[in-house]
């Protein structure tokens, strides 16, 4: 894998006079899972979306397997939008149509537009779709339509849409922030597996520390726009997340963890190891 | 605490807060009202209502009434030549055969040449060769030998009751019983009889004053087909025909109603600001709808009738325009309530635009889209009802015809029965069909 | 261009559509006979829906009223042409404006109105608006216009509303058609208040006459000009012949006794024609 | 690292058969009703265009051959146009004043009627179907045939047409009003009563002040289509600007420049209101458009 | 205080089926605070809401100094009412009407209803819900609308409208159930002072065990529908509780606990005296 597999290069985007993503710059040589914490306005939205392409770039590049995505225009775009899945907050599927064919619309860069139109999708794709809900466990609602569903089967729903893509990378803003603790950890279970198992990068922005330690191998710490934390969650003590957040001498982790628990605890949890 | 420094004038303070604020909600709780009951009384001057209920005649309105449940037999005599006929609201195809008249009247011939009409209430009626005569009970004789010098009448003593109308040459009396004039040609007698005469069969068919339990077993008998020929085609309600204005009606709503939804969805994505950047177009395409909706269908109307005519069509047609636009403004602001998130998923996996708006979009606007048509096909029956009057066609031009003629209201009352029926069956029907549509997958497939 | 698909004519105001229509409903088969094509009946609402469907080349034959058919040529002379008129019991081929009141208001004349309101009926009606609106300012010296004679002047929308809202006060005077024959107290032979005392809706005792017209032409029975020629011409024989076929038919389609139809050209007219182009100023 | 637990669940297999038999099924049906539509609107423009005087294909191509003659008269005696819309100007307040009346008239009424017929607010509970079934026939009759009926009674005029729209107002408000309470919540309606509060007073006291912005949203959308209706009603000789403009629409060459003067006064109110209303409701609530053009 | 002071005599009320009250019967002589305890649906509001009227009894008796309550009727049913005030769960004020309006509502049955509707409240009775809210600590937010208020205030301009009614008995419906527990525990000792400094009756449902030991003379416990105990605080034990919940013996008193400081406790507080 000598070469980088994907390297942001200088990335900045400014809103206005508002520099959302300041010169960030990282480099990932094999396939991880990767956490970007930072407060909320920190630009770790902005930084996964101009990934995606679905926000462009003010300056800087992003070069994915030796290719410049920034630089990708019409259909080429579109195809590296369909490498590269992503995973909203608010799950983003169409909630009036049922799960299977939000799981299918994955493969709609590969679709003729005219068949698509109608809805035609090959029974092949139809199969592996029910496969992917199989495996996040959600099959039984493969019918239903998506808003019928909770909120973690609706997040299930969209790593599903994400693998139907068979992306080269997953892009994930804040996968758990709508979610409660219980379908939170299912979700990020999830992640977890599909990088194990399929080997493939995922990129999640999380928004608590405790989720970004026990489930990534490498954490990155955003503050107004800038890189200022990259290393193992290990190396992420109270103190540089403390830098991080920006918060003072009063911040307590508990205040930002969702995790099963977090309220029976006294004492700081022992790091689970991913 | 230095905000507090004294709590007891807080408090006063606090009072005197609290006593102008109910000052002013006293003012405007009484002003509101007040400024109502003035604009009204304005209108009510404005639109001359006392002068209104001076006027308003309430014997219209007993007319009316009477006529929707009830109708009348006339009995004629020419009086320059003696002939007596008798026929149902006066009208030729109500007529009573030559020689034949309802049991209450006994028609005169050769022997007698008196007919005799026997009126409910006791009192009796005579046509004879040269006098007419008309027993009033509780009144008296009244008698009257019309011909080229009046009518000549005359009354039993004392001074006229007010329902006597007599001048030298007409008489008129009206009963409770019937109404009887007599000119110098003509001798007219109306007696009023409750229902809705010969609404299933006229005089001339065969089936005319069958009982239900013989038309049944007639009809099956095999003469159902005849039986429901002469309802169908009955001269007088004309079944049929009001059931193909019926249709009419529905059909213009229909038509006027999905093809103004099919011509504005596109248009609507011109006039929306998240579709359309452009502001000249968007702006154009929004005055576009401003003026079809702007001008009333029922002006619509008026303009294309030049062009296509009288008929249900035309009707249609205004209602298409009329509702383009309407259609086209609520379409266009559904479409910029679209939420984006949808959209947005879709561009994540790298769907073309098309797509986007096939699976992002449509999804989310349909069940809108849809419950609004059908709100309207709803309404625009109703509105139907009033084109039809205006373009020849449909339930609405019976209606408003039989109305202005003012003297078919028990055609009137028939056909306001049948269109409020009507309207409660599409309201049904539209309703039954959001549910279904809207609840069902309207969106995915 | 000399062959039709089908025949369409429209039938004026003044009776219940349904009557109207079934009235008609024996022209409409000897037109079949005659034409060879399908036949539509029409009866539009009130007169301009019928002058649009001519103006527009919708209808094809129609029975209009003399101001209506001055209408039609002032808008496009091109669009018909007349062919019958409708002939009285006497030979004659006209009928009355009768001007009339309530008995009880005291109102005897034209005098009577001075300062009063007045109702014409719908604006294209010849004895409902047109010639009143000409021959009473002859009489009175002065104009129609709000106030000036009269103290309002309304369109009540047709003979039928007149003779109600006169009837019941709703205007003091009105105007509305008649032949002018027969006796006051029946309404006279034929004409609206005829139609009204028969409907039992109001009672001659209780109206007088105040004025009446000159003689009206009754109005033409016209063909668009665009049809073919032999169209036309089967037409009108079809028409005029009526009388001698089929008399029932005849008193169908000419709402009344008559003694038939007999041709007639625009010249009949042309004094409409300029009365109302003056009214059009 | 804990699994996804795989509950008892049907194996994908039989999902699969599943999923594509409701697809199919859905698809057949869809189409189905695609199909059924496409040949209802198809026979149904054969229908009335055969029964139409004039033909679809021959009648597009003239569309604007009745505009053309208006706007050639009203163009050449431009000069004329203000006199014009100084003279009927009298006639448009007419038609304002019988929409504001019918609308106000309207809408108490509608207001009564629709809390008698809200279940938690109504007077009489077990007459709630009642009052539901008479909105219903309020809103069915056409204000037309109301107006008819009241001017063989009552003479031509603004009344007849203001209680003709008010009567449709009614019903037409008052099922909208309904739809409002049935989303007001009834806490204070009981807290009231717990006071001991007449019926009255609870729902002025308590109902009004939750659902008066949505009640004048839809007065408002009212107001703006009672004034079209009022229009319409002067065809029938209810007075007002619509009977102007229909004597000068009838009569046609000649007073086509009145006509345009008309409609131009019309049209313009039309729009003013409209925008003036939306801007209103904007800032209130949204109103639902569709139900109310009833 | 020879007779009883309020008599409830085998009151019973049954939806279809379901009998909600069964037989209640309950004796006060005296002034006093009251706590209802019981499970969800065992009847609780049921009762109250027959007591102030709001619900219809299906059989028994309410007897208030003397006066049969269930038999009354129109304009005196009302003129009850107004004696009875009734706090509920979720406040039931005019949201968007301000708070001294919804204060004034207290005074409703003694106003012709044309001048409420005009808002002829006189002076005096303005200038007493003013005292009546500062007494209850939030005359300063006279003015505003009930809705802009906490729900711990706005149960507390509640209960100034009850007072507002100066009415012979309070009822209160689980008034701090939807209220944090700091809230609570500022609605609960108002009720509690109204009743001492007042010396009006006070009956509250509460929901929660260690309030109704806290602040009440007397606790019934009521379990479907019945009454199942009725003595004071003291004798409620942790088998009595126990009981009235139907818990099984996983039963932990925390659990219904929303007092300040339950979650931080391991041991049970020791009761506060009243
Ligand atoms: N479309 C936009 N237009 C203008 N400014 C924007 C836009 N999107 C984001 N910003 C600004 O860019 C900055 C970074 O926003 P971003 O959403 O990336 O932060 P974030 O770290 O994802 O925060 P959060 O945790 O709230 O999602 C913020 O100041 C935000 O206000
Ligand atoms: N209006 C009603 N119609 C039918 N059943 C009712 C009604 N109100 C209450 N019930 C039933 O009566 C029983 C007692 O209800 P109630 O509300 O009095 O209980 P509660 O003790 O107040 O419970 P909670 O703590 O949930 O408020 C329950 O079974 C409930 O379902
Ligand atoms: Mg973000
Ligand atoms: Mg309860």
Known sequence: MGAALLRIDELTKTFGKNTAVDRATIQVDRPMMIGIIGRSGAGKSTLLRMLNRLTDHTSGQVVFEGRDVTALKGAEKRAWQADCAMIFQQFNLVPRMDVVSNVLHGTLNKRSTLASLFNLFPEADIHRAIDILDRLGIAEHAPKRAEALSGGQQQRVAIARALMQDPKIILADEPIASLDPMNAQIVMDALRRIHEEDGRTVIANLHTLDTARRYCDRVIGMLHGRIVFDGTPEQLTTGVARDIYGADASFSEEATSTEIGALNRTTRPAPIPA | MTLHADPMTAQISLKDQADRLFRRKRLTSLAIPLVVLAYLVYAFFAFDVPGLIDRADPENGRTL?????????????????????????????????????????????????????????????????????????????????????????????????????????????????????????????????????????????????????????????????????????????????????????????????????????????????????????????????????????????????????????????????????????????????????????????????????????????????????????????????????????????????????????????????????????????????????????AGGH | QDQIEEFRIGILGGENAQDRLNSHECLKGYTEETLGVPVKLFAPADYDGVIQGLLGGTIDMAWLGASGYAKTFLDDPEAVEPVLVKINLDGSYGYHSIGFARKDAGITSLEGLKGKKFGFGDPNSTSGYLIPSIEIPQTTGATMENGDYFGEVVFTGGHEQTIVAVNNGDVDGGVTWADGQGNWEDGFNSGALRKAVDAGLIDMNDLVEIWRSKPIPEGPIVLRKALPQEVKAKMTALVEGMYEADKDCTYNISAGESLGFKPITHDAYVSIVEARKAKSQ | MSEISPHSRPGPAHVRDDYIALTRRKRLYSGMLLAIFVALMASGFMVADDRNAGGFWDGWTRVLDFPRVVLAEASEKVAELPGHIVTFFPALIETINIAAVSTLVGALGGMVLSMLATRGMARWPALIPLFRRIMDVMRAIPEIVIALVLIFVLGGGPVPAMIAIAFHTVGALGKLFSEVNENASLKPVEGLASVGATWTQKMLLGVVPQVAPNYFSYALLRFEINIRASAILGFVGAGGIGYELKNAMSWGQGKYDESAAIFLLLFATIVTVDQMSSVVRDRLTHGRKSEMLA
Chains 1, 5 share one sequence.
């Open chain 2, 65 to 441: 009434v009477r006529d929707s449940y009830s109708y009348k037999t006339h009995v004629t005599r020419d009086n320059r030549s003696g002939a007596v006929s008798v026929a149902i609201e006066g009208e030729r195809k109500g007529a009573y055969p030559e020689g034949t008249s309802p049991d209450w009247v006994a028609l005169g011939s050769g022997s007698d040449p008196v007919t005799t009409i026997t009126l409910d209430g006791g009192g009796v009626v005579t046509f004879g060769p040269d006098q007419i005569s008309y027993d009033i009970p509780g009144y008296g004789l009244v008698t009257a030998r019309p011909g080229r010098t009046g009518a000549n009448a005359s009354f039993p003593e004392g001074p006229l009751p007010e329902w006597i109308n007599a001048s030298k040459n007409r008489v008129a009396i009206t009963t409770d019983e019937a109404r009887l004039s007599i000119t110098r040609n003509k001798t007219e007698l109306f007696r009023y009889s409750l229902g809705w005469e010969l609404f299933f069969f006229t005089l001339d068919s065969p089936y005319h004053g069958m009982s239900a339990g013989d038309l049944a077993s007639r009809a099956v008998n095999g003469e159902a087909g005849e039986i429901f020929h002469d309802f169908w085609t009955n001269a007088m309600w004309r079944h049929g025909e009001v059931a193909w204005a019926l249709f009419e009606t529905v059909l213009m709503a229909f038509l006027g109603t999905f093809g103004a939804a099919i011509v504005a969805l596109p248009l609507a994505f011109l006039a929306a600001r998240n579709f359309t950047p452009l502001t000249l177009v968007r702006q154009l395409a929004r005055r576009l709808f401003d003026l079809f909706r702007g001008v009333d269908a029922l002006i619509w109307t008026i303009v294309l009738a030049r062009a296509f005519g009288p008929g249900p069509l035309t009707g249609a047609l205004a209602i298409l325009v009329t509702d383009t636009g309407s259609f086209g403004k609520m379409f266009s602001e559904a479409l910029e309530n679209v939420d984006g998130k949808q959209i947005e998923g879709l561009q994540s996996v790298g769907a073309k635009p098309v797509q986007r708006y096939r699976f992002g979009v449509i999804p989310q606007v349909t069940p809108v889209l849809l419950s609004q048509m059908l709100y309207f096909f709803e309404s625009n029956t109703r509105s139907a009802t009033v084109i039809g009057a205006i373009t020849g066609g449909g339930i609405g031009l019976l209606l408003t015809q039989a109305m202005i003629t003012q003297k078919d209201w028990e055609e009137v009352t028939y056909y306001i029965v049948l269109v409020v029926l009507l309207v409660f069956v599409m309201d049904w029907f539209s309703g039954w069909l959001r549910r279904k549509l809207i609840k069902g997958d």
